[in-house]
C-alpha cells in the first residue's frame, strides 16, 4: 500500500529507537519533536497536505503516552507556538519503512524540505 496518497489511513513516521538510559523520552520530545516539525497544523507538513502528514506521536508502551501527552502539554505551554498543538497521541501498530526512493530523503535532495529545521 502506498501511504503518500493519503488513501491508507496511515502516516508518515520516522521510527526513532534510542535508550532511554542515554536520551530521555522527554528530552527527545521536548527538545526535537516539538521543535522539528510544526505540531499546529492538522494534516499538514510545509507544502505536503493530507491526514498521512499529520502530527503524530506513536506510543509502544502506558509510560511513552503518560510521557508524549506531558511533553504535548509543554509545547503548548512553550510560546513556541502561537496555534493549539495538534499532535495525535496513539498506539503504534506495525511500521512499515518506506519505499527505497523515500530512505535517506534529505541526503539525496539536498534542496529538501524546508519545513523540517530546529526552532
Given at each position: 500500500d502506498d501511504t503518500h496518497d493519503g488513501s491508507t489511513g496511515h502516516a508518515?513516521?520516522?521510527?526513532?529507537?534510542?535508550?532511554?538510559?542515554?536520551?530521555?523520552?522527554?528530552?527527545?520530545?521536548?527538545?526535537?519533536?516539538?521543535?522539528?516539525?510544526?505540531?499546529t497544523t492538522l494534516n499538514r507538513q510545509g507544502n505536503d497536505v493530507g491526514s498521512q502528514y499529520r502530527s503524530a506521536i506513536f506510543f509502544t508502551s502506558e509510560a511513552q503516552r503518560v510521557a508524549a501527552e506531558a511533553a504535548k502539554v509543554r509545547a503548548g505551554q512553550s510560546g513556541l507556538w502561537k496555534r493549539p498543538i495538534v499532535t495525535e497521541i496513539k498506539a503504534a501498530g506495525p511500521f512499515t519503512p518506506a519505499h527505497a526512493a523515500h530512505q535517506d530523503y534529505l541526503q539525496k535532495n539536498a534542496g529538501g524540505y524546508t519545513c523540517h529545521y530546529l526552532r
Amino acid at each position: 500500500d502506498d501511504t503518500h496518497d493519503g488513501s491508507t489511513g496511515h502516516a508518515e513516521a520516522v521510527r526513532v529507537l534510542f535508550d532511554p538510559k542515554v536520551l530521555a523520552l522527554a528530552d527527545l520530545l521536548d527538545k526535537w519533536f516539538f521543535r522539528m516539525h510544526d505540531p499546529t497544523t492538522l494534516n499538514r507538513q510545509g507544502n505536503d497536505v493530507g491526514s498521512q502528514y499529520r502530527s503524530a506521536i506513536f506510543f509502544t508502551s502506558e509510560a511513552q503516552r503518560v510521557a508524549a501527552e506531558a511533553a504535548k502539554v509543554r509545547a503548548g505551554q512553550s510560546g513556541l507556538w502561537k496555534r493549539p498543538i495538534v499532535t495525535e497521541i496513539k498506539a503504534a501498530g506495525p511500521f512499515t519503512p518506506a519505499h527505497a526512493a523515500h530512505q535517506d530523503y534529505l541526503q539525496k535532495n539536498a534542496g529538501g524540505y524546508t519545513c523540517h529545521y530546529l526552532r
